[in-house]
């Protein structure tokens, strides 16, 4: 396995999720992220995406400040991605706010082709290659990753055409499951194939859960020999989102707990509560890290977990921050 970490998205798909409109919410305060990211940065998260800085000025003036926040905090080793479309504005724009790398997209489906960029495939690849090109040349250093959006719906051929021509110039290409199609057998797949042909490229993943597959996804991904998942606190992202950080963590440690070596376990559960309290919202019953898994009703279960939890908690959710269970007591009519 090759797991390099978690790609937090809270901040740019996280803020796109419905819940934020439930909840009247709409956007995070800069207090609100303050908050967020350390509890992201107190659990191990190390490499963050904000929106591009020319897609959204409220945001690009937030994430000055974050950055100016998480500096004061000192800890080495943490990085800020622009999620950048393929305009030359936004490169530039992301580099100038500080940005360690560029998480480039642009999808080359027939739909994207039709309804979304109206390009045609051949335009699409000539203008990815210029893009890349020119960032790589300008900034030797900087962190470069390249995805075909929609890559599930997306033929290998044309995801070899288009990647073939970057693939000595990014860090990472990225494979996002955009609309929630994929499945595990695929995502085996898709991986064993593009790390065939790109060996030296890391690969990223981001799994919608349309489908509900998106943790099992994540989970196959990384056994395939995907570099980084991407997730987000609750899983908050577009429609019914991506994978739950802590969802992921707790799986990845039940695999293998080398996974999770750099990660503090402790820090899930409280970091979804904080999420909760944000959001004035419960969190979530499938969430695996919460309290609903630790919570029981039927008095057989009851006087079992009184003698040993165990008998109806198969995970030891104190691990991850769970430290209190609830045992409902019932009316008897
Ligand atoms: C979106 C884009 C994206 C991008 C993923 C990526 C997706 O639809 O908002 O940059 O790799 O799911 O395709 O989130």
Known sequence: MSFKGVIDTTFRD????????????YRFTVENKKALIYGLIQLGVRNFEFFAPNVNKSEAHDF????????????????????????????????????????????????????????????????????????????????????AEDSF????????????????LVNTFGMPDTVGIATPTIVAERIKALKERYPKVDLECHFHNDRGLSLINAITAVQSGASYIDTSIWGMAERSGITSVTGLLLNLYYEDKSLCK????????????????????????????????RTHTAGVHQKAVLNNSYVYEAHDLKN??????????????
């Open 14 to 25: 996280g803020q796109q999720s419905p819940l934020m409109f439930d909840s009247y919410k």
């Open 64 to 147: 000055i400040r974050i950055k100016k926040y998480v500096a004061s905090i000192g800890i080495p080793g943490i990085r800020f991605f622009a999620h950048c479309r393929c305009h030359q504005k936004d490169i530039e724009e992301a580099i100038k706010a500080g940005f360690d790398g560029l998480n480039l997209y642009i999808g080359v489906t027939e739909y994207a082709q039709r309804y979304s960029h109206g390009m045609k495939f051949e335009e699409v690849i000539t203008n990815v290659k210029k893009i890349i090109e020119s960032a790589r040349k300008s900034y030797p250093h900087i962190y470069l990753r390249f995805s």
């Open 153 to 168: 719906r997306t033929p290998l051929e044309d995801m070899f055409r288009m990647y073939d021509k970057v693939h000595q």
């Open 262 to 293: 750099d990660y503090n376990l402790k820090i899930c559960y409280p970091l979804n509560v904080l999420m909760g309290s944000i959001l004035k919202l419960q969190v979530s019953p499938t969430e695996p890290t919460s309290i609903t898994n």
């Open 320 to 333: 991850f921050g769970v430290d209190k269970k609830q045992l409902f007591l019932r009316r008897v009519d």
